[in-house]
């Protein structure tokens, strides 16, 4: 992955051609009915105009004349009108945390970078579909809201420019909190390492499902994080809250393999059971790699749906 | 084992440095920063803290090394001898020199000196070897350098007190010999003894090669008592046909306190015949006479006795009492002697009574081979023996043990058919009667007839004045006894067979000379009848370890002993029988034990019976101590340092016996070895890690 200078639009560095091309011939779409206000490409929450047939419903007066469907008239003497399902546009939110967890790097880049390419690749790739973007992002609490627009990749992607890691993480209060941000049914774009229980994160994340929205989960994770490939006995710091702790890795490693091997297994396993899309990506692995496999996978969910 | 400095041990304590080392060691500082801890608290902190050893010869080798180290610095020792040789091997020479002086039975000392030769013995390692020398006057090793412990256990064990007096002089120095030529570098002499001052005169010139230990271990006692027979004298007089004889003892009390009311009690022949109770002051002496007894043609065989003390062997005193002995004398003159020329010789013989000498004057011609039958001595009163069978006898009186005094007068003409007696040959008599006269310029006073005049105010032989004097030319110069300050030959002599010869220059009257004047005249005539006849004086009692010359003693009783035919045989006063073989005209026999010895003539027609006594050496009544570590340093070069009053078997104190055994040298030594195998292999490893 490579960065390029966009020096008329902060944040556009994320965009990575390299990434929207690997991805150019998907479509992001929402798995779920979403709320929107012009035509588009996910499945409204109304009946509208679209080539999908959906039902008959007898004419009410006011009713479109030119919807009255004649041959019916024709065979039944009654006035029917055709409802078609409406396609819509979505509300397409990346929620990105921003704790300090996120600045962590074995090496290459680090999980907030790679967060950010993800963000920033999605919204892009989402504003192209004509969804409406926007972007929150949080530690403990929620540091910068873009509300969603059309009109709001250019802020998104300043926002994402701007976004640096420094403080402790929390999810469950400003995912919380941000329930009360997204009242329109859509897209949600969870990005954060998940430092937490299973449960307070599916608690936190299960509200926006009970809310109908879209919830992509993208579980970002440093290589260092999932092999532990430290050898030598050495302090190890918790980024976060600052605790010191004497550890021999050679000893632990397997267990810590198992616990994190667990820990996002159950996550998947419990996101899966609420309908939520999860995703481990692995910082080492190129993003168009992940991310075409994450939504050809997702595109082929929805089809068999 | 034991520690000098045990706080030191808690240094071990620091064996978890080189564990954390080997944990932690250079990641111990770097800082890793990661996301969140929160799966690596989950943990179990056992399983975090103690992690696996990843290179096991590493840490045991530093482990090791810091134990040795620490080990070294708390300077350890063993108190066992066993695990001592077991822990260095190599070995030890260890001489046990056990006293065996009849002081040692006092009390329970020879008990006491058994068993710490019998620690000794038993501290040692398999390879340790040992050597036991007994050691009285004389010291005698057994096996050297032996590694059978159980015979060194067993000499030990039988071994007994003897009779004789402490010398540490000839058991040092055979120690010296045996660890001098041992090539064990740990080499020690232990003297277990009462160390009695009397034993050590300090110039034996014996010192220890350096690295040789001397430990002296004392078993002598604190405090001692001990009263002592210290001799016996006689007292003599004539009576009837015998001697009348009171004997005196004097005893020594030895110790610190009044010995009171001690029966002191006469034997003679087996039979108490008187007691005396005396007091003897402490430190003092007291002498108790008994009433006068007799003694008649027989030996008498008498024991002084005291009561018992702690030290039994000088609580007796043995003596034996034979009457007097004559010595023949025949005075042979010339047919035409010169007036009283034998008169000087009779009237000296006819004194004295150790021995009596019996005289008879003989014309030459009135000589006969019968005169000469029962003759210990034969003077030739200036005159020469007849060359005829009488001569031939008289050669054969010499030639049997007789002796011959030739006195060359003005009229003696030793003819050629003479027989040959003298040890040279004479002129015509010097006259030196214009001058002062000669005077004995030279004596040799190692001969038995000079040897009493050898003392200093014990007669001066060179007062007599000799004006005449036959200038004698002997045929070997060896035989020359005295010389007159012009060089010519006084007196000469030699044996002849089993007799002696002695040619006498001048006159024993006063006719050429004023020796019969003088008051030498009457001991030097004594000294050379007593010399040609064999005598010897009669022995009361003998000391323990003397040699006693078995034909001599004969010969003072007029008994002479014939080789191949009057072979002695003693009977010692334990009752054994000791065969003595009569080879040689000096048959020397060693008085080993306290009491009397029995002498009898086996193979001759008649027994004659004889009685040695013999007693301890009193020199060891003394118990008085000299400090052992005195004597130590004296051998040992390096001065000891016991708390006085440490009067028994010293142990070495804990630092000596650390710096003996030095085991922090060796441990030392393994550490650094440890280390230095630690640096290389771990060197290898790094190198193997990096690639």
Same mark, same amino acid.
């Given at each position: 992955m490579s960065t390029h200078e966009h020096p008329l639009t902060p944040g556009a560095s994320f965009v990575d051609p390299a990434v929207l091309a690997r991805i150019g011939n998907l479509e992001l779409l929402a798995r779920t009915i979403v709320d929107g206000f012009i035509n588009g490409i996910h499945k409204a929450s109304y009946l509208g105009v679209s080539v999908d047939f959906a039902e008959h419903r007898g004419y009410m007066p006011g009713d479109d004349i030119r919807r009255i469907d004649w041959r019916l008239y024709a065979r039944t003497d009654r006035y029917y009108v055709k409802e078609f399902e409406a396609d819509s546009n979505a509300n397409f939110s990346v929620i990105l945390d921003v704790s300090k967890s996120m600045a962590f790097s074995s090496g290459g880049l680090s999980k907030l970078d790679y967060a950010k390419y993800l963000a920033a690749s999605l919204t892009y790739f989402a504003n192209r579909q004509r969804d409406r973007v926007g972007m929150v992002t949080f530690d403990s609490e929620i540091l910068e809201r873009v509300p969603s627009s059309a009109k709001h990749l250019d802020v998104v992607l300043h926002t994402i420019d701007r976004a640096v890691a420094g403080r402790p993480g929390q999810l469950a209060g400003p995912l919380f909190r941000m329930t009360e941000f997204f009242k329109r049914r859509g897209i949600l774009a969870i990005i954060s390492d998940f430092y937490e229980e299973p449960d307070v994160i599916l608690d936190a994340v299960?509200?926006?499902?009970?809310?109908?929205?879209?919830?992509?989960?993208?579980?970002?994770?440093?290589?260092a994080e999932l092999d532990f490939p430290y050898d030598a006995a050495s302090s190890f710091e918790d980024l976060e809250t600052g605790v010191r702790m004497p550890i021999v890795p050679d000893n632990l490693r397997d267990q810590y393999k198992q616990l994190i091997d667990e820990h996002t297994s159950t996550l998947e396993k419990?996101?899966?059971?609420?309908?939520?899309?999860?995703?481990?990506?692995?910082?080492?692995?190129?993003?168009?790699?992940?991310?075409?496999?994450?939504?050809?996978?997702?595109?082929?969910?929805?089809?068999?749906? | 084992m034991a520690f000098l400095a045990p706080l030191l041990l808690l240094g071990l304590a620091a064996l978890a440095v080189p564990v954390l080392v080997h944990l932690i060691h250079r990641e111990r500082d770097q800082l890793i920063q990661f996301p969140s801890l929160m799966f690596l608290e989950r943990v179990p902190y056992r399983s975090m803290r103690r992690q696996k050893i990843r290179h096991w010869p590493l840490f045991l080798l530093r482990c090791a090394a810091f134990i040795l180290l620490v080990l070294a610095f708390a300077r350890p020792f063993f108190t066992s001898a066993t695990a001592v040789a077991g822990a260095l091997g190599g070995g030890r020479e260890i001489v046990v020199l056990l006293d065996q002086s009849y002081s040692m039975a006092y009390g329970d000392r020879w008990a006491r000196a058994q068993?710490?030769? /019998?620690?000794?013995?038993?501290?040692?390692?398999?390879?340790?070897?040992?050597?036991?020398?007994?050691?009285?006057?004389?010291?005698?090793?057994?096996?050297?350098?032996?590694?059978?412990?159980?015979?060194?256990?067993?000499?030990?064990?039988?071994?007994?007190?003897?009779?004789?007096?402490?010398?540490?002089g000839p058991a040092l120095k055979?120690?010296?010999?045996?660890?001098?030529?041992?090539?064990?570098?740990?080499?020690?002499?232990?003297?277990?003894?009462?160390?009695?001052?009397?034993?050590?005169?300090?110039?034996?010139?014996?010192?220890?090669a350096e690295g040789v230990v001397l430990r002296p271990i004392s078993v002598a006692d604190a405090d001692t008592s001990n009263l002592s027979i210290a001799s016996v004298s006689f007292e003599r007089e004539p009576f009837s046909a015998g001697e009348q004889v009171t004997a005196s003892a004097r005893l020594v009390n030895l110790g610190t306190n009044d010995a009171t009311r001690v029966p002191v009690t006469l034997e003679l022949d087996g039979r108490e015949v008187a007691t005396r109770s005396v007091e003897v002051e402490a430190t003092g002496t007291a002498t108790v006479a008994f009433d006068p007894f007799i003694v008649g043609e027989d030996q008498r065989r008498g024991t002084v006795r005291i009561g018992d003390d702690l030290l039994l062997q000088d609580n007796a005193f043995h003596f034996t009492l034979s009457p007097g002995q004559l010595v023949t004398v025949?005075?042979?003159?010339?047919?035409?002697?010169?007036?009283?020329?034998?008169?000087?010789?009779?009237?000296?013989?006819?004194?004295?009574?150790?021995?009596?000498?019996?005289?008879?004057?003989?014309?030459?011609?009135?000589?006969?081979?019968?005169?000469?039958?029962?003759?210990?001595?034969?003077? /030739?009163?200036?005159?020469?023996?007849?060359?005829?069978?009488?001569?031939?006898?008289?050669?054969?009186?010499?030639?049997?043990?007789?002796?011959?005094?030739?006195?060359?007068?003005?009229?003696?003409?030793w003819p050629s058919g003479a027989p040959?007696?003298?040890?040279?040959?004479?002129?015509?008599?010097?006259?030196?009667?214009?001058?002062?006269?000669?005077?004995?310029?030279?004596?040799?006073?190692?001969?038995?007839?000079?040897?009493?005049?050898?003392?200093?105010?014990?007669?001066? /032989?060179?007062?007599?004045?000799?004006?005449?004097?036959?200038?004698?030319?002997?045929?070997?110069?060896?035989?020359?006894?005295?010389?007159?300050?012009?060089?010519?030959?006084?007196?000469?002599?030699?044996?002849?067979?089993?007799?002696?010869?002695?040619?006498?220059?001048?006159?024993?009257?006063?006719?050429?000379?004023?020796?019969?004047?003088?008051?030498?005249?009457?001991?030097?005539?004594?000294?050379?009848?007593?010399?040609?006849?064999?005598?010897?004086?009669?022995?009361?009692?003998?000391?323990?370890?003397?040699?006693?010359d078995v034909a001599s003693l004969y010969a003072a009783s007029g008994h002479r002993l014939e080789?191949?035919?009057?072979?002695?045989?003693?009977?010692?006063?334990?009752?054994?029988?000791?065969?003595?073989?009569?080879?040689?005209?000096?048959? /020397?026999?060693e008085l080993a034990e306290q009491g009397f010895y029995e002498m009898h003539t086996s193979g001759a027609d008649v027994d004659v019976p004889l009685a040695v006594a013999v007693n301890a050496d009193r020199g060891e009544s003394d118990l008085t101590m000299l400090d052992p570590e005195e004597l130590a340093g004296a051998i040992t070069g390096r001065a000891g340092a016991?708390?006085?009053?440490?009067?028994?078997?010293?142990?070495?104190?804990p630092e000596e016996t650390e710096g003996r055994q030095g085991l922090w040298r060796y441990l030392l030594v393994v550490a650094l070895l440890l280390l230095a195998a630690e640096t290389v292999l771990s060197n290898r490893m790094s190198r193997v890690a990096r690639t």
């Open positions: 299960k509200r926006f499902r009970t809310q109908g929205h879209d919830v992509m989960v993208f579980h970002i994770l440093d290589p419990r996101f899966t059971e609420h309908q939520v899309d999860y995703a481990v990506f692995n910082t080492s692995t190129p993003l168009d790699y992940g991310l075409f496999k994450f939504l050809s996978a997702r595109e082929r969910m929805i089809r068999i749906r | 068993a710490a030769a /019998l620690r000794e013995i038993d501290a040692l390692g398999a390879d340790d070897r040992a050597t036991l020398i007994l050691f009285a006057r004389n010291a005698e090793a057994g096996a050297r350098s032996s590694i059978d412990h159980a015979s060194v256990r067993s000499a030990i064990t039988r071994a007994e007190v003897g009779v004789e007096v402490t010398r540490f055979l120690a010296e010999g045996i660890l001098d030529v041992s090539e064990v570098s740990d080499r020690e002499a232990i003297l277990i003894s009462d160390f009695q001052k009397n034993g050590w005169a300090g110039d034996e010139g014996i010192a220890f025949l005075i042979v003159e010339a047919d035409a002697p010169n007036p009283d020329s034998s008169l000087y010789l009779e009237r000296a013989l006819a004194i004295g009574s150790t021995p009596s000498f019996v005289t008879e004057v003989m014309a030459v011609s009135d000589l006969t081979a019968d005169a000469l039958v029962g003759r210990s001595v034969v003077i /030739l009163n200036d005159t020469a023996p007849p060359a005829s069978a009488v001569g031939d006898a008289l050669t054969a009186f010499v030639e049997n043990g007789g002796g011959v005094l030739a006195i060359l007068g003005e009229r003696v003409r040959a007696l003298l040890p040279g040959s004479f002129t015509a008599a010097a006259d030196r009667i214009g001058s002062r006269g000669r005077v004995l310029g030279y004596v040799d006073y190692s001969h038995p007839v000079f040897d009493v005049f050898n003392a200093p105010r014990s007669g001066d /032989l060179s007062s007599a004045r000799f004006f005449q004097y036959r200038p004698f030319t002997v045929t070997d110069p060896e035989s020359v006894l005295a010389r007159f300050d012009d060089g010519q030959v006084a007196l000469a002599g030699h044996d002849l067979g089993r007799g002696r010869v002695l040619a006498w220059a001048s006159t024993l009257d006063s006719y050429w000379n004023d020796l019969a004047l003088k008051p030498v005249y009457l001991p030097f005539v004594h000294q050379l009848a007593k010399h040609l006849a064999g005598y010897v004086d009669p022995t009361d009692w003998h000391t323990t370890a003397q040699i006693l080789p191949d035919r009057d072979d002695p045989v003693a009977v010692s006063p334990t009752g054994d029988r000791l065969p003595i073989r009569v080879r040689e005209a000096a048959v /020397l026999f016991m708390a006085p009053g440490n009067l028994v078997a010293r142990e070495r104190s």
